[in-house]
């Protein structure tokens, strides 16, 4: 059974590119969340996504951020212009359909993003 | 406002000794929590969870206990081992749909040999 798979592990990005970040649920796992991590520092929630549908994005950045849940295919973090301080772990995490009881989130390995 | 945060930043055991590692919260409508264990270089990895209605619930080695009356929480892992080193996480959360996990800063578990 395939995990959260995220890629890629290490971005690469100079000020003012754009970091595109890619996210597959567990199979059969509708809902996707994207967590950002400092170094030392506990993971802060960014969005919570259901297939084509963004559920809460209170977490994220108003201007240059964005992230999709497309019918078909992975869910994608995007970040326009990327500064310095958009450097950090990008971590996804899933969990299945149904919310009457709540499940735990599944975690990817993170994608480790440098801005030059 | 929200905040879940851990009393020691940092913990070191003898292998072979019980850890206790703990959490305090502050939402009170909080409903389900989940202790995550995260290794260098890797995700958080789900170790256990536990809902409001209850305040203890074991797993394999490890046990959390929940006290809603003064917003605690707690991970005790027995008969530690080299393997357990890692920074521990817990997270909170809220009532309701959220589904908007609050972590903590994280404890680092150190095991001695």
């Known amino acids: 059974n395939a995990g959260v798979m995220q890629n890629p592990r290490h971005l690469v990005r100079r000020r003012g590119q754009e970091a595109r970040l890619r996210c597959s649920p567990v199979?059969?796992?509708?809902?996707v969340y994207w967590y950002r991590q400092l170094p030392e520092e506990g993971l802060k929630f960014m969005v919570y996504l259901q297939k084509e549908n963004i559920i809460d994005e209170s977490g994220m950045p108003k201007e240059r951020f964005s992230a999709e849940f497309p019918k078909e295919g992975p869910s994608i973090l995007r970040i326009q212009q990327v500064v310095r301080g958009d450097s950090a772990a990008y971590f996804c995490?899933?969990?299945?359909?149904?919310?009457?009881?709540?499940?735990?989130?599944?975690f990817g390995d993170g994608t480790r993003l440098s801005i030059l | 406002g929200e905040s879940v945060g851990l009393h020691l930043p940092t913990l070191s055991v003898q292998e072979g000794d019980n850890s206790i590692i703990n959490c305090a919260y502050s939402?009170?409508?909080?409903?389900?929590f989940i202790w995550y264990k995260q290794e260098s270089g890797k995700g958080p990895q789900f170790i256990i969870d536990?809902?409001?209605?209850?305040d203890k619930r074991q797993g394999q080695r490890v046990t959390v206990l929940l006290n809603k009356t003064v917003k605690h929480l707690s991970l005790q892992i027995a008969a530690t081992q080299p393997g357990d080193s890692a920074v521990y996480f817990c997270?909170?959360?809220?009532?309701?749909?959220?589904?908007?996990?609050?972590f903590g800063q994280g404890t680092t578990l150190q095991v001695k040999p």
């Open positions: 199979k059969g796992h509708s809902h």
């Open positions: 536990i809902r409001s209605n209850m």
């Open positions: 995490a899933s969990s299945p359909p149904g919310t009457q009881v709540k499940q735990p989130q599944h």
């Open positions: 997270a909170e959360n809220g009532s309701g749909n959220t589904g908007k996990l609050i």
């Open positions: 939402n009170s409508a909080s409903d389900y």
